[in-house]
């Protein structure tokens, strides 16, 4: 299947601080890319939907100020987490699809610690 | 607005036996996609098996198969011969057949795997 690569794997950060998260599709083009937030033992919370080429959606509830997405390739979404504070450690997934009809395929996540 | 209830948080099978894992959604589109997706320790989010809505047929990869009840909303996801390897949390997956491709999670069903 198609790889997804996520970068870092882990951070931690000093409260008030900005951190930049990657999603990379390797080895296809996606014009389309998701960004889910999971806490422990919970689900996959969608955040927002990242397009290629024009400004995010994002979903009820969540702050675009604060997550601010960015989407300027076909291979690459990154996720800042902007004046973060410990309420935002959480796990942060990426997911993308070759098509709008085929299995998504998600990242390898991020652990966001906010120290 | 679409939503997936998985009612069993946890869920436990010997080694070599069968389990079944629940879920019903609610839609009133006609035309989805269905999938669960298994998540181990690592995190790495990884599809076990995906239904078109518009199929009858069940879909089975390998031990893996489904039980796909369009009116009843409902879509279990039968694991045969268990093994240790299987056990992780296991996400049921909701996806509209429109322009949006983003996907509505369950909550979860963590199984474990007796030896």
């Known amino acids: 299947g198609a790889v997804v690569s996520q970068h870092p794997s882990w951070v931690i950060c000093k409260s008030g601080t900005s951190v930049k998260i990657e999603c990379r599709s390797l080895?296809?083009?996606?014009?389309?890319m998701f960004w889910y937030r999971q806490f422990p033992k919970q689900s996959l919370m969608l955040m927002a939907t990242?397009?290629?080429?024009?400004?995010?959606?994002?979903e009820q509830g969540v702050e675009k100020d604060k997550f601010l997405i960015n989407h300027a390739s076909l291979t690459l979404s990154t996720l800042t987490v902007t004046s973060a504070h410990p309420e935002d450690s959480s796990f942060y997934i990426c997911?993308?699809?070759?098509?709008?009809?085929?299995?998504?395929?998600f990242g390898q996540g991020t652990r966001l610690t906010v120290v | 607005a679409q939503t997936v209830t998985q009612s069993q948080p946890e869920m436990s099978v010997q080694e070599a036996e069968t389990v079944t894992l629940s879920c019903t959604y609610d839609?009133?589109?006609?035309?989805?996609?269905l999938f669960w997706y298994k998540q181990p320790p690592s995190r790495q989010m990884i599809l076990v098996i995906r239904?078109?809505?518009?199929?009858?047929q069940n879909a089975t990869e390998n031990r893996f198969s489904v039980n796909f009840q369009k009116a009843a909303k409902s879509f279990s996801l039968k694991i045969s011969d268990s093994q240790l390897g299987d056990a992780a949390m296991y996400f049921c997956?909701?996806?509209?057949?429109?322009?949006?491709?983003?996907?509505?999670f369950g909550t979860g069903t963590l199984l474990a795997v007796q030896p």
């Open positions: 997911s993308a699809s070759l098509t709008m009809n085929t299995e998504a395929f």
């Open positions: 997956a909701f996806r509209g057949g429109g322009a949006t491709n983003k996907l509505i």
């Open positions: 839609t009133s589109e006609s035309d989805y996609y």
């Open positions: 080895d296809f083009q996606a014009t389309t």
């Open positions: 239904q078109e809505a518009y199929k009858q």
């Open positions: 990242s397009n290629e080429g024009s400004k995010a959606t994002y």
